[in-house]
């Protein structure tokens, strides 16, 4: 069984940065890829960004897209999201998670493709 565990949130102000860690712990997997979602008050979680683990392919929101970037230490099995020009409307829980994946690493945007989750970290930004 794998455990992701979340670290790296916090307060921030707006135009600030934050950097989350994933770490992964448990059972390893050929093929694989880990992700970060988040969910804000009253919303749905939605896709932040996620990166396949043999390759390091990347995919991102378009709302994210050019302010965040996700990147992995497989040494490690951990996962980053550098997050930068943080906007109010980034504030959420954080939510990392992982998808054992037979054959090629396509990244899935859904959050019902992901089957472990790790605890959240919250993210505050404020103006």
């Known amino acids: 069984q794998v455990q992701l565990v979340e670290s790296g949130g916090g307060l921030a102000q707006a135009g600030g940065s934050l950097r989350l860690s994933c770490a992964a712990s448990?059972?390893?997997?050929?093929?694989?890829?880990m992700g970060w979602f988040r969910q804000g008050p009253g919303q749905e979680r939605e896709f932040v960004a996620a990166?396949?683990?043999?390759?390091?392919?990347?995919s991102y929101a378009d709302s994210v897209t050019g302010r965040f970037t996700i990147s992995r230490d497989s040494t490690k099995s951990t996962v980053y999201l550098q997050m930068n020009s943080l906007k109010r409307e980034d504030t959420a829980v954080y939510y990392c998670?992982?998808?054992?994946?037979?054959?090629?690493?396509?990244?899935?945007?859904?959050?019902?493709?992901?089957?472990?989750w790790g605890q959240g970290t919250q993210v505050t930004v404020s103006s």
């Open positions: 998670t992982i998808r054992e994946v037979l054959g090629v690493e396509i990244i899935k945007r859904r959050s019902n493709d992901y089957t472990k």
């Open positions: 448990g059972r390893t997997f050929n093929a694989c890829v």
């Open positions: 990166i396949t683990c043999s390759h390091g392919f990347t």
